[in-house]
């Protein structure tokens, strides 16, 4: 599989693993990256450059392909030191980055003054523009099936992807909702250079999260994920628990950001992938997760994907001309 995206970043197959907090840690990235795809740690799960640092020479010691790091540029309790992170990539060599949340505009100086490969995160075409003109190397667009921020517009992947193709001329990576080969067929089909996903990593044997967990995935469906947090303006998609579900109650009635932050706080989703608690508090998850019927490892997944997408050629080629 060759596409702009596998030619710039280096990497085998056109999969990417988006930035995950708590959960993209160095053994999952690795796996990724050592199976063809490109993985990617979350600089914002280790706080601190030299926690980055450390994560990033996990990394090394486990790979030696390429890798990159998300740098979280969404409102945050706590400050987020970004250009502290960058300055550990240049030192580690580390030159691909995945940004998400607000415009990367302030940092897109020091990334291209340092050659980094700057993809960031979008969702939609306006923002994919902005991000083109700052002199971003790819979009990766995200649809509302997304586990995480799917944005404001509730626009499924399946439109705002082929939008977002039209808009832009850089390489347009698409997310939300992939989870095997045919969406990977599915998404070149519709001008994507390539998938990433979240959801679908979470359910590997690499995944550094309780075995729970896991296994709620196995056995939830397309329907069992809430958007919440709409009220405060930064949408989220999670997995349907009681504490979203409260969220979505207390968020209909009219609750505050002050009401809502010890419901949606970050630090309680550690208690559900680390404890397996899958109860203690929101965390994110896609649609996608309805695709998930077994718990593979990242080589298994990968080489599934590439097969099933092998598959699906041929199935459309047949369908094509006969
Ligand atoms: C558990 C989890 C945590 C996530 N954390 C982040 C994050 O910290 N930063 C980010 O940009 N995206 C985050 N995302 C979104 C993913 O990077 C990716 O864009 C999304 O999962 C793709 O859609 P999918 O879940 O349908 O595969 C997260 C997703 C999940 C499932």
Known sequence: MKTR???LLGIKYPIICGGMFQVGRAELAAAISEAGGLGIITSKTQGT????REEIQKVKALTDKPFG???NLFPSMTATPNEEFIQVMIEEDVKIVETSGRSPEPLM????KNDFIVMHKVVGPRYAKTAERLGADAVIIVGNETGGHPGMSDVGTLVVLPRVVDSVSIPVIAGGGFADGRGLVGALALGAEGVLMGTRFMATKEAPIH???KEWMLNADETQTIVVQRNIGSPSR???NEVS?????????GATLEELIPLITGKRSKDVYFEGN??????????SVGLVDEVLSVQELIDQMVSEAEKATAFIHERVHN
Do not use: F, H, Y
């Not at 450059?49 to 980055?52: S, V």
């Not at 579900?245 to 009635?253: A, F, G, L, N, S």
């Not at 899958?278 to 649609?287: E, T, V």
């Open 49 to 52: 450059p030299e926690g980055l």
């Open 69 to 71: 790091v998300n740098l």
């Open 109 to 112: 100086p020091l990334l291209k």
């Open 211 to 213: 075995d729970n967990v």
């Open 278 to 287: 899958l109860d203690g508090g929101i965390w994110s998850c896609g649609q």
């Open 238 to 240: 999670v997995a349907l």
């Open 245 to 253: 579900e409260e969220v979505d109650r207390k968020e209909k009635d």
């Open 5 to 7: 995206i596998t030619e």
